[in-house]
């Protein structure tokens, strides 16, 4: 058989904008030779709709574009997916995928595990599907499944479920897997997923073909990737990551070949620059401004930026302080002429000594202490947010998941922004990313310069008083990284990071930091997930809460 792959981006309630994408896939699949169309879980609503199922027209008129698309199928079949009623007991609908042919009535199949941990919360709209069998087309019975379905116990958090839904559909006769998925990228997955979809392969002898969603919707990355295996377990496809693609895979036909694995950075950089152009794109911004302070964090998220939007439609702004330094300015306009952006420069100095002057008889005999500190950022945070409002321009913020974690951070200074585009990458790794933006492997800079060097080779510092390193109230990053990577990704109390090796009083006081700035990353902007677990989505922790491990 040959199976068209529509690794498509849909856009979470454009029904139908996504019914566009799906039709001219189709058509251009069948035209070439498909005689099955394979698209992403929910494709018609986009992933994950969340409760704008509960809306009364929403369901509804994503069923008419179910019946508009079979009105378009001439030839080749369409494996579609998109939410349905539940007519019976429990939740009100159910995730589904439909199998349209032409001159045939619509075969519909139900998702039966629902994930309901991390990112995922499907059973708050889902009811399971139960006893699914394999749909038939021509004389093939095909087992459809949709993403979790084919996710095995080995590479779950822990056994969730007592069915196997791949095992029940084999057990039927499904002569081959369909897997239609909407899976979150974090780093390392592809891999994870080639090397699961492989071994379910070759445990039930059966090619699996697995069509994953492409695009950025809110705080999610979804990397295509899309593949196909052979009964053996071999890869016989592999589309793309990180854009739209389409490819027809003949099953009889297909050769294997090994499994393209990119470098970590290139990944990083690619999620991060889809989840910043879809985020605009689909939020109706058309420009971007961001404050370039000279570090490390808005190099990255300067460079991120121009390539997910275009230089002409980046702004950065240099806003030093009387504590700014000559190097860092320097550094600022080096970049911004690396990278072809227009560079405002705004000086606070003299905003900041009117705004202490206000407090002059407020503060009269006390030192200055942070208070003066994050008057210069909250300063910056509002002429980034005068910008936005007289320009239309989105504010990105600059903090990485380092700073976030311990609350090295202002509220409503640098934290100010629509869209936090590190908040998920740790301080080492944003290092790492600047290094590898400046290679010769990395399509940003090719064969220039992109980070100015000094940037990369100095110390870190947020520049807020005379002589301030991050480093005189931090641990190393590369200590304080791997101490918050077992804390909050891996859930590890104080004693079992300790034993790993770490000095029990940095633990402590790392632990501490995470837990008591809770209320400022609940009011921090929305940030791209890229790790196994990102502040924000996926991660519920409650503000007052007393307990102390």
Known sequence: MKIGFAQINPTVGDLSGNFEKIAAAYERLAAAGAELVLTPELAITGYPPQDLVFKSQFVPQNLEVLDKLQGRIRGAALLVGYVERNQGRGKPFHNAAALLQPGAPIS???KSLLPTYDVFDEDRYFEPGCNSAPLILGTTKIGVTICEDIWTEH?????FYDVEPVRALVEQGAEIILNLSASPFSLNKPAIRREMVSALARAHSRPIFYCNAVGGNDQLVFDGNSIAVNPSGELIAQLPGFRTAEEIINT????PFAFAEPERSADLFAALSLGVRDYLAKCGFKSAVLGLS?????AVVAA???EALGAQNVIGVSMPSPYSSRGSIDDARALAKNLGIKCLEIPIANAFAAFKAQFAEVFAGLPEDTTEENMQARLRGMILMSLSNKFGHIVLSTGNKSELAVGYCTLYGDMAGGLAVISDVPKTMVYELARWMNSDKSRAGGDREIIPPSTIEKPPSAELKPGQKDQDTLPPYDVLDEILRLYVEENLGARDIISHGFDEKTVRWVQRRVDINE????????????TSRAFGVGRRM???QRYID
């Not at 009889?252 to 050769?255: D, E, I, L």
């Not at 209320?519 to 890229?530: D, H, L, M, N, T």
């Open 304 to 306: 991120i930026a121009v």
């Open 519 to 530: 209320y400022k990353r609940e009011q921090a902007a929305p940030g791209i997930k890229v």
């Open 542 to 544: 409650p503000i007052a």
């Open 252 to 255: 009889g036909a297909a050769q």
């Open 108 to 110: 519909k199949t139900f």
């Open 294 to 298: 000279g570090g490390i964090d808005s």
């Open 155 to 159: 590479y779950l958090p822990r056994p």
